[in-house]
């Protein structure tokens, strides 16, 4: 195999590895190139036959794309929104390709989108070690928080910002003034623009940045939180709670924003079969909502896996992996499911935006749907791939990588046949996998270059082992 292809994955499923060998293929036709005469000229990642180049798009994708052995640029799509930042730091969440200009919109007149830049830049250092790129994006990032701070920061320390930004366009959020999900994005970009000025030993950013994320977490605490219900709330115009359970609020997950006896109450709702629990988890509205519903109904109850992403990466935050792994196992088996079934029990082979809570199939609408309105779209890939090729890599085998600290960390939780096979650490290809010999269960590794694997099987046995070049394997009874 040569660096120009993808990497392999191997799962004692086979359905696991042909939906993520397809992914890649599908993903092609996502990647665009403008006609010539477009203002925003280029190639990069977007639906196909979008007029618009989007932040989601951008943010999302590089999650992914960061696993193609660079045959796709992670980076690229990001890059465009850098070119149009506006000298008071403002980005906009979507931009007309012919034009070049932003979409304004009556119910979001600043255009702003998830302002979660520094969150996918932290991961793309991880996967490519370029320090330079991180050097030069941090006063891009500054800047646009500036924008942000100035724009929408209240008195009261909270950020009122549109909750249609966030993309959930018809959840039970009417009143919602200061969202939870966009004031939690935001501690999350801080908190990460920090973590960047510490690799670049830039004491004063990193201070300052600190400063923000930890006054946004008291204030996200004080504010948001209902200590009867366990649970974090968007507010009103008068910084009251407004009591609907939406999926918006585990965004504070991956912001570290609960304390451990907050993330207990928190996240057994994730489990409770009346809030979150469903069949196919996470519904995008808890299941006792009056406004919820089966058939979905966009952001009613739909399941949508660019929040399952969100929801299992901040279970990881609070070390609960198996949890993690086990949603993103049933939610990936209910795509497939999706894929072999249609109304009329024929093979309709489709990835959708959006699934059903309950069983399998794509989300619908259970009366008649907005007008214009194309949904659920059918192989939206950029959410879709966050689950078939990002979840299936970190959370389905299990793989941490991070290629400045030359390491790699894989969680084992139960001893299977699976692994990853020639995938590209910047200029080093690795492989990895686990197989049952004469011997017992035996790990294989083959590597160009020296790293550091971290193994830790079933929560009992953690090793952190140097792998030099060639090939060698360890017998797992041996650590």
């Given at each position: 195999?040569?660096?120009?292809?993808?990497?392999?994955?191997?799962?004692?499923?086979?359905?696991?590895?042909?939906?993520?060998?397809?992914?890649?293929?599908?993903?092609q036709?996502?990647?665009?190139?403008?006609?010539?005469?477009?203002?925003?000229?280029?190639?990069?990642?977007?639906?196909?036959?979008?007029?618009?180049?989007?932040?989601?798009?951008?943010?999302?994708?590089?999650?992914?794309?960061?696993?193609?052995n660079?045959?796709?640029?992670?980076?690229?799509?990001?890059?465009?929104?850098?070119?149009?930042?506006?000298?008071?730091?403002?980005?906009r969440?979507?931009?007309?390709?012919?034009?070049?200009?932003?979409?304004?919109?009556?119910d979001?007149?600043?255009?702003?989108?998830?302002?979660?830049?520094?969150?996918?830049?932290?991961?793309?250092?991880?996967?490519?070690?370029?320090?330079?790129?991180?050097?030069?994006?941090?006063?891009?990032?500054?800047?646009?928080?500036?924008?942000?701070?100035?724009?929408?920061?209240?008195?009261?320390?909270?950020?009122?910002?549109?909750?249609?930004?966030?993309?959930?366009?018809?959840?039970?959020?009417?009143?919602?003034?200061?969202?939870?999900?966009?004031?939690?994005?935001?501690?999350?970009?801080?908190?990460?623009?920090?973590?960047?000025?510490?690799?670049?030993?830039?004491?004063?950013?990193?201070?300052?940045?600190?400063?923000?994320?930890?006054?946004?977490?008291?204030?996200?605490?004080?504010?948001?939180?209902?200590?009867?219900?366990?649970?974090?709330?968007?507010?009103?115009?008068?910084?009251?709670?407004?009591?609907?359970?939406?999926?918006?609020?585990?965004?504070?997950?991956?912001?570290?924003?609960?304390?451990?006896?907050?993330?207990?109450?928190?996240?057994?709702?994730?489990?409770?079969?009346?809030?979150?629990?469903?069949?196919?988890?996470?519904?995008?509205?808890?299941?006792?909502?009056?406004?919820?519903?089966?058939?979905?109904?966009?952001?009613?109850?739909?399941?949508?896996?660019?929040l399952?992403?969100?929801?299992?990466?901040?279970l990881?935050?609070?070390?609960?992996?198996?949890?993690?792994?086990?949603?993103?196992?049933?939610?990936?088996?209910?795509?497939?499911?999706?894929?072999?079934?249609?109304e009329?029990?024929?093979?309709?082979?489709?990835?959708?935006?959006?699934?059903?809570?309950?069983?399998e199939?794509?989300?619908?609408?259970?009366?008649?749907?907005?007008?214009?309105?194309?949904?659920?779209?059918?192989?939206?890939?950029?959410?879709?791939?966050?689950?078939?090729?990002?979840?299936?890599?970190?959370?389905?085998?299990?793989?941490?990588?991070?290629?400045?600290?030359?390491?790699?960390?894989?969680?084992?939780?139960?001893?299977?046949?699976?692994?990853?096979?020639?995938?590209?650490?910047?200029?080093?290809l690795?492989?990895?996998?686990?197989?049952?010999?004469?011997?017992?269960?035996?790990?294989?590794?083959?590597?160009?270059?020296?790293?550091?694997?971290?193994?830790?099987?079933?929560?009992?046995?953690?090793?952190?082992?140097?792998?030099?070049?060639?090939?060698?394997?360890?017998?797992?009874?041996?650590?």
């Open positions: 195999m040569s660096r120009r292809d993808f990497p392999r994955i191997h799962f004692y499923d086979q359905d696991f590895v042909d939906i993520y060998d397809r992914t890649w293929a599908w993903i036709d996502c990647w665009d190139k403008t006609a010539d005469d477009s203002v925003i000229n280029g190639k990069f990642f977007s639906y196909p036959g979008s007029p618009l180049l989007t932040q989601m798009d951008a943010i999302f994708s590089s999650f992914f794309l960061v696993y193609s660079r045959i796709f640029q992670a980076n690229a799509t990001l890059d465009m929104l850098y070119e149009r930042q506006e000298t008071n730091g403002a980005i969440c979507a931009y007309d390709i012919q034009t070049g200009k932003f979409q304004k919109t009556a979001n007149p600043e255009g702003v989108g998830m302002p979660l830049f520094a969150w996918a830049e932290h991961n793309l250092y991880h996967k490519a070690a370029n320090k330079k790129r991180i050097k030069e994006v941090l006063p891009i990032l500054n800047h646009y928080n500036n924008w942000i701070e100035t724009t929408f920061k209240r008195e009261n320390g909270l950020y009122e910002a549109p909750w249609i930004a966030t993309g959930m366009f018809n959840a039970p959020r009417e009143n919602t003034v200061y969202p939870v999900d966009f004031n939690a994005m935001v501690a999350i970009n801080v908190l990460y623009m920090a973590t960047i000025a510490d690799i670049l030993n830039d004491k004063d950013s990193s201070f300052r940045y600190k400063k923000q994320y930890f006054s946004l977490k008291t204030r996200i605490n004080s504010f948001m939180w209902d200590n009867d219900d366990g649970f974090y709330y968007d507010l009103d115009k008068n910084a009251q709670k407004i009591k609907v359970k939406t999926i918006a609020s585990y965004w504070t997950l991956l912001a570290e924003i609960p304390n451990e006896e907050k993330a207990d109450q928190f996240i057994a709702k994730l489990q409770d079969t009346d809030v979150f629990g469903t069949a196919h988890p996470f519904p995008s509205v808890a299941v006792n909502e009056k406004s919820y519903s089966a058939a979905g109904d966009g952001y009613r109850g739909s399941v949508f896996p660019h399952n992403f969100m929801v299992i990466k901040g990881e935050r609070y070390q609960r992996w198996a949890l993690a792994r086990e949603s993103a196992i049933r939610h990936l088996y209910f795509i497939l499911d999706s894929m072999n079934r249609s009329n029990g024929s093979h309709n082979d489709m990835l959708y935006e959006a699934y059903l809570p309950s069983k199939g794509a989300a619908g609408w259970s009366s008649k749907p907005p007008e214009g309105l194309v949904f659920p779209r059918q192989h939206y890939l950029t959410f879709d791939a966050l689950s078939t090729i990002c979840l299936t890599v970190e959370n389905i085998v299990g793989l941490k990588i991070s290629l400045p600290r030359k390491t790699v960390d894989w969680i084992i939780p139960n001893m299977e046949i699976m692994g990853i096979e020639n995938l590209s650490l910047k200029k080093n690795i492989t990895i996998l686990s197989n049952k010999s004469g011997r017992g269960w035996e790990i294989r590794m083959e590597s160009e270059k020296l790293y550091y694997f971290t193994i830790n099987i079933l929560n009992k046995k953690k090793k952190t082992l140097p792998i030099p070049s060639g090939k060698c394997s360890m017998l797992i009874d041996k650590l």
